[in-house]
């Protein structure tokens, strides 16, 4: 079991920033991707970015490229994603993820969520 936990969530103005956090603990050797996903209320959850604990390869979604920075701190096991030029259509709850896959988007491709953390953009 891999456990996950995001923070870093919270409200700000079109345009500022905002940078979560996720600290993955437990059989952390099964995880290969870690990714970030999302869901806005009355939608379906959505891929936002992935990246590998050993290469550090990334991959985004159109909708966040060249906005949003995934990183992983490889020692403390944790994973970043940096949310720059904040958009309102950007609010949503953030989640964290496991998969045991090469830099996978899909939902089902996730063996592990957290709890999830609110990000909420106004206008």
């Known amino acids: 079991q891999v456990q996950l936990v995001e923070s870093g969530g919270g409200l700000v103005q079109a345009g500022e920033s905002l940078r979560l956090s996720c600290t993955a603990s437990?059989?952390?050797?099964?995880?290969?991707?870690m990714g970030w996903f999302r869901q806005a209320t009355g939608k379906e959850r959505e891929f936002v970015a992935a990246i590998t604990w050993t290469s550090g390869t990334t991959n985004y979604a159109d909708t966040v490229k060249g906005r949003f920075t995934i990183s992983r701190d490889n020692t403390k096991k944790m994973v970043y994603l940096q949310m720059n030029s904040l958009k309102p259509e950007d609010t949503a709850v953030y989640y964290c993820a496991s998969s045991r896959l090469l830099l996978v988007s899909g939902t089902g491709r996730y063996d592990y969520w957290g709890q999830g953390t609110q990000v909420t953009v106004s206008s």
């Open positions: 437990g059989r952390t050797s099964s995880s290969y991707t």
